[in-house]
């Protein structure tokens, strides 16, 4: 019934995420930390001495302008099929209230809207991140976030002093610039990478953008990285928000 309910597509967004890691020998299970219940789901690879965190997109936090969605979970998690290529230990780090979890005790709104990159969004992913670590014995820790993903991904890596690298892919990295090229709202309780002045000593940033992009245009990222040290941003020709990141992503992961 469950398997028939996906494939018709009236399974919810978390169910199909949960149910694509399942069929491709991922594990799903259920964490609290920071205050929230977030979604693991852990990959196995090759290199047990690299672990690879990953944080998922903003999904859908608006039906339009006017209605908040109540269950933001991205349709389409590029970031879990990105991850689902890797051969490295990968584990994904679902955010606070996503993943089916939206109605969970602390959530609301706000959470995936105006304070979507909130410090009470950082802090739990970063005792999210803290407690998979405790239980890793990787030598090499490097996390990865897929477009607002990568927004979280770049404030949490600088509190956690055993991530080595961070990677963005189509990250909108200054949330004020980039709510204004589209006439969003501002995001007025979240934190903007952008305002940061001094990232932690020794972190590696490495930032990845299309040429193509409308939601992501590569000079916000690249006006973004413009006064810091450490940080490596690569234009991909042809590709856009969502392609063409799956098909290259084994390849690409040689060069980190």
Not at 150 to 165: H, N, Y
Not at 210 to 218: A, F, K
Not at 228 to 236: I, K, M, S, Y
């Amino acid at each position: 019934m469950i398997a028939a309910c996906i494939m018709n597509g009236c399974a919810t967004p978390a169910e199909r995420t949960e149910a694509l890691a399942r069929s491709r020998g991922a594990t799903v299970e259920r964490i609290e930390a920071g205050g929230f219940e977030h979604v693991l789901i852990s990959h196995p690879g090759d290199d047990v001495g690299t672990l690879h965190i990953y944080f998922s997109g903003d999904g859908t936090p608006w039906l339009h302008k006017t209605q908040i969605a109540a269950d933001p979970t991205p349709r389409d998690p590029l970031e879990l099929r990105l991850m689902l290529e890797d051969r490295s230990p990968s584990v994904y780090i679902g955010r606070p209230c996503y993943m089916g979890l939206a109605d969970s005790p602390g959530c609301s709104p706000s959470l995936w809207t105006q304070g979507r990159y909130s410090d009470a969004v950082v802090a739990s992913m970063v005792a999210a991140v803290e407690q998979v670590l405790a239980e890793s014995t990787a030598r090499r820790v490097v996390l990865i976030g897929y477009s607002g993903g990568g927004v979280l991904a770049l404030l949490v890596a600088d509190r956690v002093k055993r991530v080595d690298v961070v990677v963005t892919i189509a990250a909108n990295l200054d949330i004020a610039a980039w709510s204004a090229l589209h006439g969003y709202s501002p995001l007025s309780t979240s934190m903007n990478p952008a305002s940061v002045s001094n990232w932690r000593e020794g972190l590696r940033q490495i930032h990845l953008v299309g040429e193509n992009d409308r939601n992501v245009p590569p000079q916000l990222v690249r006006n973004f990285a413009a006064d810091l040290t450490d940080v490596e941003v690569r234009e991909f020709e042809g590709f856009d928000h969502r392609c063409c990141w799956v098909e290259i992503w084994p390849a690409l992961l040689a060069t980190f």
